[in-house]
């Protein structure tokens, strides 16, 4: 499916029950091409965009979902703006982001589209990617030396597939390897 089409199939989505704003996940496991696929939705859209790695980090890969329900899923779906303070991921502290509800807001990344998430969605889009691809991008951006949280993290991730098979739920299934 081209890029127009992905987005006109956005724009055609309605918004969960009693929303105005229609988030649109961008699932996939890490290195998949989540991120440069929801930069362009987000512009082609002009939506922000909230990213699942400003709630995760190493230590805690998956289960920081209850926060990001609280702080961004809740207040967007009330026509509230949404204010969370980014994850370190051991660097210097980050500042508050806020997100102001529109017509879109892009939720980027590993498990965006997971069950407890999908009562706010309004589309949802899964990232397929060979694991080989997935690990060499991540590596080449964090490093060799990140191998054992690779590992790690890719485990995490198997097992949220295993359970929650987003694929199988989502509203398009994209490759994220075409350009690899």
């Known amino acids: 499916m081209d890029c127009a089409s992905v987005v006109e199939a956005i724009r055609s989505a309605t918004p969960p029950a009693g929303m105005k704003t229609r988030v649109v996940a961008i699932d996939g496991p890490g290195g998949a091409g989540k991120s440069t ?8 859209l002009d939506a922000p965009i909230v990213h699942t790695d400003d709630f995760a980090s190493w230590d805690n890969p998956l289960e ?5 329900i609280e702080t961004v899923l809740r ?14 991921w051991g660097g210097p502290a980050k500042a508050q982001v806020v997100i102001e509800p529109g017509d879109f807001v892009v939720l980027d990344g590993v498990s965006a589209s997971r069950a407890a998430f999908r009562p ?23 490093g060799a030396h990140a191998r054992a949280d690779w590992d790690r993290w ?17 509203d398009l299934v994209l490759r994220g390897d075409v350009s690899s």
């Open 154 to 170: 890719m485990a995490e991730e198997d097992a949220y597939v295993e359970r929650e098979q987003p694929a199988a739920r989502a």
């Open 37 to 44: 696929l929801a930069a362009h939705l987000a512009r082609e």
């Open 64 to 68: 920081w979902w209850p926060d990001l």
């Open 120 to 142: 706010f969605l309004a589309f949802s889009i899964w990232v397929e990617t060979p694991r080989n691809v997935r690990l060499r991008r991540g590596l080449q951006r964090d």
């Open 75 to 88: 207040p967007i779906a009330a026509a509230q703006p949404a204010r969370y303070t980014p994850t370190s």
